[in-house]
């Protein structure tokens, strides 16, 4: 069974950045993708962001050019670096990892990390 934990969150005004990291904790298969998906109060959870265990990346369109997805495969953690934030990017922040088996994909949820951006 696999863990994942975040961390990193907190209050920050707006402009400025935070780094979240998810680490993942037991055996992991190679093939995989790791997300960030985010869910502020009375909203459905979205996709923020995607990287694949070749490092290819994906972000939604309204974080493009403010966060970066990243990742140390000899670590297990993915990154989120989140820069010139927005009060409309307060949300609990979670991270998904997702392991293609040749029988199917097997979906690990963290807990999640609150992010609340705010003067």
């Known amino acids: 069974q696999v863990q994942l934990v975040e961390s990193g969150g907190g209050l920050v005004q707006p402009g400025g950045s935070l780094r979240l990291s998810c680490a993942a904790s037991?055996?992991?298969?190679?093939?995989?993708?790791m997300d960030w998906y985010r869910q502020a109060p009375g909203k459905e959870r979205e996709l923020v962001a995607t990287?694949?265990?070749?490092?290819?990346?994906n972000y939604a369109d309204s974080v493009k050019g403010r966060f970066t997805i990243s990742r140390d495969n000899a670590k297990n953690t993915v990154y989120l670096q989140t820069d010139s934030l927005k009060p409309e990017d307060t949300a609990v922040y979670y991270c998904?990892?997702?392991?293609?088996?040749?029988?199917?994909?097997?979906?690990?949820w963290g807990q999640g990390t609150q992010v609340t951006v705010s003067s």
């Open positions: 990287i694949t265990s070749g490092g290819s990346t």
């Open positions: 037991g055996s992991i298969f190679s093939s995989n993708a």
């Open positions: 998904m990892l997702r392991e293609f088996y040749y029988t199917g994909t097997r979906v690990s």
